[in-house]
């Protein structure tokens, strides 16, 4: 039985990254549903959340370090001018450390590596 759509466990786990296991755990996710995801409705439907543009950020980071395809939505979604970095993984302390990917506007608190051997477990 579905309870929950793929897009909407995504939008709930990168809005609040407690519920995944942080950046490491949204990163498991969107390497097991690659393909899966309808990225139209995802883009969509957080346009209208107050945390639905970090949760577009966030995704679109982790996908680009985990050189996963990233959907043009996607890309269209996170334009423009991010303001100030958000954390990659806000449960991780040193939130404010690490280097900005600039695309996204996200903060590199965690190491890529350490994303990608996550993934590859």
């Known amino acids: 039985m579905r309870i929950a759509t793929v897009e909407r466990c995504l939008l709930d786990c990168a809005t609040h990254l407690d519920l995944a296991g942080g950046a490491l755990g949204l990163a498991r996710m ?13 883009a969509r439907v957080t346009g209208g959340l107050p945390r639905g543009a970090g949760a577009i950020r966030r995704i679109g980071a982790l996908l680009e370090i985990l050189d996963m395809e990233i959907p043009a939505p996607l890309v269209k979604a996170a ?21 900005v990917l600039p695309r996204w506007g996200v903060r590199l608190n965690v190491a890529p590596e ?8």
């Not at 334009?79 to 404010?96: C, K, W």
């Not at 350490?114 to 477990?121: N, P, Q, T, Y």
Request: net charge negative; charged share 25%.
């Open 30 to 42: 969107l390497a097991r549903v690659d393909g899966q995801v309808d990225w139209v409705w995802l």
């Open 79 to 99: 334009a423009g001018p991010h303001g100030r970095p958000i954390p990659l993984d806000s449960l991780s302390g040193g939130a404010s450390d690490g280097p």
């Open 114 to 121: 350490a994303i990608r051997e996550e993934v590859r477990r």
